[in-house]
C-alpha cells in the first residue's frame, strides 16, 4: 500500500499524537478520519481483487486440463499473493505433475498447505481465535471528547449521485484486469507437395 505526501504528513502526526496525547483540532480529527477512510477503502479493494483472482482460479481449474497453462499461470500470481493452496489445488496439480512447472508448484503447494495446517492446529491448541475484520476507528485520544466538547450529530453520507447520459459505470475487475492470453503457437511451415 502506497500513501501520498498528504497521506504521510497526517499518518506521522497520528503517530505523535498518539504517543504523546494532546487536544486536536478539528481540522486534524477530519484528517484522521479521511485517512482512515481511505486505508478502509484501499483493503476493501484488496479484498474484492483478491477475491476475483480466487474466482478466475477456480474457473482455469474447473477448465482443466485444457486451460492447464492459464491456470498453472494463476496459480503462481495466487501464491505470490499469500494464497493457501487448497486440497483441490493439491488434486489439480496432481493430475498436471508430468509438466516441470506442475511439479514444482506441486511440491511447493505441499509445503504451504502443511505449514498453513499446522499453523491452524497450533492455533487451535493454544486456544487463539482467528482473526475477526479490522474494526472501524471510533475514537482518537485527545480529540473532542477529552476536551469536553459534546459529540456532533453526524450528517448522513450523500448518496451516491446518479449517473449523467453516456457516463461509463465503474469498470468491473474482468475489465481491468484482462485474462491472459495464451501467446499464438508460430504458424508450422508446410509446403505443399508439387
Known sequence: MAFSADELRVLRRALAIALHPMPLSDEDVQDCLRLAGSVDEAVGEAGR????????????????PGSAAGYLELLQDALAAGYDPRPDDLAALRALR??????ALLERCQVLA???V???LAGRSAGVAAPGPRSRLLALPGGRAAAGEPDRPR???????????GERPMPKPSEVFPPRRRPAPPPSEERAAG
Do not use: C, I, M, Q
Not at 480466487?54 to 477448465?63: E, I, K, P, Q, V
Not at 508430468?98 to 511439479?103: D, H, I, R, T
Not at 450528517?155 to 447520459?165: G, I, L, N, S, Y
Open 118 to 120: 499446522r499453523a491452524r
Open 98 to 103: 508430468g509438466g516441470p512447472l506442475a511439479a
Open 155 to 165: 450528517t448522513p453520507a450523500a448518496p451516491d449521485k446518479p449517473r449523467k447520459p
Open 49 to 64: 481483487l483478491r477475491a476475483f483472482l480466487l474466482a478466475d482460479l477456480a474457473r482455469y481449474r474447473n477448465a482443466l
Open 114 to 116: 502443511e505449514r498453513s
